[in-house]
């Protein structure tokens, strides 16, 4: 069982950056891949961003390439998501996931998520 808490979501203005966190409690944290989704208002929830069980690997949506980094620390059961030069359109909630799988852009191949965080960029 893995429980994950995110944090740092907030109104920002476009061009900001923010860092997003998502703190994992339970075993096992570095056996799963770690993927960021979101969703706006009105939307399905979307792939942001994942990484591999031990940082190595990385993916991204086509939206976020360039400006969104994601990263994780085992040791400290957490990942992160650096987003920098935010534009309205990434206003969303962000949820962070876990999975046993590296199916990285399916909602249904992640078995854990958190609550979400709100990062709204205002224009």
């Known amino acids: 069982q893995v429980q994950l808490v995110e944090s740092g979501g907030t109104l920002v203005q476009a061009g900001d950056s923010l860092r997003l966190s998502c703190e994992a409690s339970?075993?096992?944290?570095?056996?799963?891949?770690m993927g960021w989704f979101r969703q706006a208002p009105g939307k399905e929830r979307e792939f942001v961003a994942a990484?591999?069980?031990?940082?190595?690997?990385?993916n991204y949506a086509d939206s976020v390439k360039g400006r969104f980094t994601i990263s994780r620390d085992n040791a400290k059961k957490t990942v992160y998501l650096q987003m920098n030069s935010l534009k309205p359109e990434d206003t969303a909630v962000y949820y962070c996931?876990?999975?046993?799988?590296?199916?990285?852009?399916?909602?249904?191949?992640?078995?854990?998520w958190g609550q979400g965080t709100r990062v709204t960029v205002s224009s």
């Open positions: 990484v591999k069980w031990d940082g190595g690997s990385t």
């Open positions: 996931a876990a999975s046993s799988l590296w199916i990285v852009v399916r909602t249904l191949a992640y078995d854990y």
């Open positions: 339970g075993r096992s944290f570095s056996n799963y891949a």
